[in-house]
């Protein structure tokens, strides 16, 4: 995953390549070399989607698991724009106008720098050529960087709307959400994995291990028939919610926490679930 990212990273002729744009894809090759890498799995992918909908303030430095890290997604997360292709790949909308392509978000590559955290995100090259054939990218190529959010003051809050104008307000929530939830033992678990090979092993360089987020299982909360004597024959999710931490000096600063999700119903019904289509709004 790293190798294939630097890989990409450095190859020549990368769209709207200038000799300004070269040198900062080349510092973003550094970066991916340096970088922690960090996969979320599936079910904890959904829950810090659905956390970030209604993510209050927050601040980077205080939630940021490493410095620089790449951070991948089992499945892909919603469409973000595919910058840098000639307007000859971009689509046609139903009102005959001209707009760029867009293709699910499958992980993002983040550094901190100079107190500003710079975000690049990254697709899958399947998705890129399901997409966008006439990209052409090699079968080799796991990941393609497709654009990028910088500037972001790392010890400033940041509010809901702070980041709508630019169409990444929904990326930096959800990215707040998951660095936030993947902190709390009472809702993810995290391990480490190390590359199965010598060879893999020697690929990956010093610290080749990933670290693993995945969703602890929910508790649940028994229910006995209530007075009027309704008696409930499925289980239910109570959905998780946010509340402010008071911490700090004197208490006087907040940090987002998660209470996490549980089902509620009699022990060992069918489990009554609602299927949700998360879309990012640009």
Do not use: C
């Not at 239910?236 to 006087?252: D, K, L, N, S, T």
């Amino acid at each position: 995953m790293r190798q294939d990212l630097v890989r990409q990273f450095r190859q020549p002729g990368h769209p709207d390549e200038t000799s300004d744009a070269a040198a900062y894809w080349r510092s973003n090759a550094r970066r991916a070399e340096d970088a922690s890498l960090w996969w979320v799995s599936a079910d904890m992918g959904r829950v810090a989607l659905d956390a970030s909908t209604d993510m209050p303030e927050w601040t980077p430095a205080s939630v940021l698991p490493a410095a620089t890290g790449l951070i991948a997604f089992a499945d892909p997360m919603p469409d973000v724009i595919v910058y840098g292709l000639p307007r000859s790949l971009w689509r046609t909308d139903p009102d005959g106008q001209p707009t760029q392509p867009t293709v699910p978000l499958s992980a993002v590559l983040w550094t901190l720098d100079e107190g500003l955290l710079q975000l690049v995100k990254v697709a899958r090259s399947e998705h890129m050529n399901e997409r966008i054939p006439a990209t052409g990218l090699p079968s080799r190529t796991v990941l393609e960087p497709v654009g990028a959010v910088t500037g972001i003051p790392s010890a400033d809050p940041v509010s809901p709307d702070v980041w709508q104008h630019s169409g990444n307000g929904a990326l930096v929530a959800m990215l707040g959400a998951a660095w936030t939830l993947m902190q709390q033992s009472t809702v993810a678990s995290t391990r480490r994995v190390q590359p199965g090979s010598k060879a893999a092993r020697r690929r990956a360089g010093a610290d080749p291990g990933v670290t693993v987020i995945d969703l602890r299982r929910m508790k649940h909360v028994d229910t006995a028939p209530g007075i009027s004597g309704r008696t409930y024959r499925h289980r239910w999710i109570v959905r998780g919610h946010w509340r402010q931490q008071a911490h700090g000096p004197r208490q006087a600063l907040r940090r987002p926490i998660w209470v996490p999700s549980y089902t509620k119903g009699p022990a060992g019904a069918p489990l009554k679930t609602s299927d949700y289509v998360h879309v990012w709004r640009r």
